[in-house]
């Protein structure tokens, strides 16, 4: 056993749905010495044939238990800069993103990245999703990142030719936790757009998206003409419960926890939903939030 890693600890705050869950062991990264660290706590997981999952602020994932078994590692690296002279923005991987945003506007005059104000989550989590909104991808401006290989103990530099950039997807997401993401770096010197969207982000995101245990929109959109909101509303499901879980009134891809359920009422209402779509629509919804499990 590490002696730095906690023991049986409460992570339901670990998720934005908020279902009560707990971590048999538990590990935060806080600093740059701390990533050193995640080599060994490989060895032990590989040693005990268990498994281990980095969270970030957990905006793009639902707990599918009550306790997990392994190990849970943290990621609180904190810091960023931005240079005004070369429009680059360096951060460490878990500041918050809607944060940066706001702050490069009030302090910077800098609004290329104003539609991600209001956006939940890390920096370093939009790169291993690539968020988007309103038109805009994490990764039309991205540079480099560093990333520790919990495999090999070594940082890596990566550019976007090693990323994989997809639709809400990277080489990152796909890599089952071999990688940590440690800091990020963006060229923040011209816009660039998946299609132009003069949506005011700000207004649309207090009126039109609800407040609650959620991780935003949860199914991934088909098409731009068959988002996955309108096919759900259109199955009826549109503010339906079952037990704790919802589809919110507000907005019909918003997956909702009322704080008193279980995950095992997310995944019902998931199911459900993605049925309903496939026999009325033949069109299988996909997850754009991860559903974590206890395997």
């Known amino acids: 056993m590490l002696p730095y890693l906690q ?34 706590i490989y060895s032990f997981c ?10 970030s ?12 078994r392994w190990v849970i590692i943290k990621n609180n690296l904190l810091g960023w800069s931005y240079d005004t002279q070369t429009k680059v923005l360096k951060s460490y ?17 800098q609004d290329l990245w104003h539609r991600f104000i209001g956006l939940p989550g890390s920096i370093g989590g939009a790169l291993f999703g690539n968020a988007g909104c309103f038109g805009l991808e994490i990764q039309h401006n991205f540079v480099a990142t560093q990333v520790y290989n919990l495999e090999s103990g070594k940082i890596e530099a990566w550019t976007t030719d090693d990323m994989a950039f997809s639709y809400r997807n990277t080489k990152l997401k796909n890599s089952n ?28 995101r207090e009126h039109k998206q609800p407040k609650w245990n959620s991780c935003g929109s949860f199914f991934k959109n088909p098409s731009k003409d068959q988002p996955a909101g309108m096919l759900i509303e259109e199955v009826w499901l549109k503010g339906y ?38 026999e009325r629509f033949g069109i299988r919804l996909e997850n754009e939030v991860r559903i974590i499990k206890a395997k």
């Open 177 to 204: 936790g071999k990688y940590f993401i440690v800091s990020l770096e963006f060229d923040l010197s011209e816009k660039k757009e998946k299609y132009h969207s003069d949506i005011d982000n700000i207004y649309f």
């Open 93 to 109: 991987s878990q500041e918050s993103i809607w944060d940066i945003a706001q702050e490069l506007e009030d302090d910077y005059r």
């Open 46 to 55: 590989r040693q005990q044939d268990i498994p281990y999952l980095v969270v």
């Open 57 to 68: 602020w957990g905006t793009n994932m639902l707990f599918a238990f009550e306790e997990y």
């Open 241 to 278: 419960w079952v037990g704790g879980a919802y589809f919110s009134e507000k907005h019909a891809n918003f997956l909702m926890h009322d704080g008193q359920g279980t995950y095992r009422d997310m995944l019902e209402l998931i199911e459900l939903a993605q049925t309903k779509v496939q």
């Open 7 to 40: 023991i049986n600890t409460d992570i339901t705050h670990l998720s934005n749905y908020k279902t009560p869950a707990t971590a048999r062991y538990y590990f935060e990264v806080n600093s740059e010495p701390d990533v050193t660290k995640l080599s060994e």
